[in-house]
């Protein structure tokens, strides 16, 4: 199947700090990925979908200019995490749609641990 | 928009016994729905999905999941559980093919089994 690598797999980071996590579609291209958050014994939460060459957008609830996103190409979109605190510590997931099947699921990358210090 | 619920948030069973872990969604048109299973500290496995067609799905290890309309529901089901299925399992509903194409997953279910 199609493979999402997402990069660093775990990243430790000092409070106030930026962290930049990237999501990669490996064999196709995407022009939607979308970003999942997922706290300890908790679901995923959609944060927000990211569109290529566009402007993110995000779920209720998301602050935008705390996490950043961009999607400059078809297979790559970046989440930064900016200054970041510790209940920013979470499990960051991101996934791709190819954009040329129309009737595929979404492939899901591994997963980003995020522990802020 | 969509929604998704597991009505069970626990399930302990017995290796060998069988295994069913409910779901229920809510979406105004035909939904395309997921089951995926998580290990502790690791990422997403996709056990089976359903986009059209029978409604009656196989997945990958010995899992279905039957789709009813009526009842708006996507149960996962497995004849015979092993110890290996103790993970966390996620039903998710999406909505492909249109503007609002994103996927939105339940809360989980956490099984564990008895040896």
């Known amino acids: 199947g199609a493979v999402v690598s997402q990069h660093p797999s775990r990243v430790i980071c000092k409070s106030g700090t930026s962290v930049k996590i990237e999501c990669r579609s490996l064999?196709?291209?995407?022009?939607?990925m979308f970003w999942y958050r997922q706290f300890p014994k908790q679901s995923l939460m959609l944060m927000a979908t990211?569109?290529?060459?566009?402007?993110?957008?995000?779920e209720q609830g998301v602050e935008k200019d705390k996490f950043l996103i961009n999607h400059a190409s078809l297979t790559l979109s970046t989440l930064t995490v900016t200054s970041a605190h510790p209940e920013d510590s979470s499990f960051y997931i991101c996934?791709?749609?190819?954009?040329?099947?129309?009737?595929?699921?979404?492939?899901f990358g591994q997963g980003t641990r995020l522990t802020v210090v | 928009a969509q929604s998704v619920t597991q009505p069970d948030i626990h399930i302990t069973v017995s290796e060998g016994a069988s295994l069913e872990l409910r779901c229920n969604y809510s979406?105004?048109?035909?939904?395309?729905l997921f089951w995926y299973v998580q290990s502790p500290g690791q990422g997403l496995q996709l056990l089976l999905k359903?986009?059209?067609?029978?409604?009656l799905v196989q997945g990958i290890k010995g899992f279905e999941a039957e789709f009813k309309r009526s009842q708006s529901s996507f149960n996962l089901r497995k004849p015979s559980v092993h110890w290996s299925d103790a993970a966390e399992y996620f039903c998710?509903?999406?909505?492909?093919?249109?503007?609002?194409?994103?996927?939105?997953f339940g809360p989980g279910t956490s099984l564990s089994v008895i040896p």
């Open positions: 996934s791709a749609r190819d954009r040329v099947s129309t009737n595929t699921e979404a492939f």
């Open positions: 064999d196709f291209q995407a022009t939607t």
């Open positions: 990211s569109n290529e060459g566009s402007k993110a957008t995000y």
């Open positions: 979406y105004g048109a035909t939904p395309y």
């Open positions: 359903y986009f059209s067609g029978d409604t």
């Open positions: 998710a509903v999406g909505a492909m093919g249109t503007s609002y194409d994103k996927v939105i």
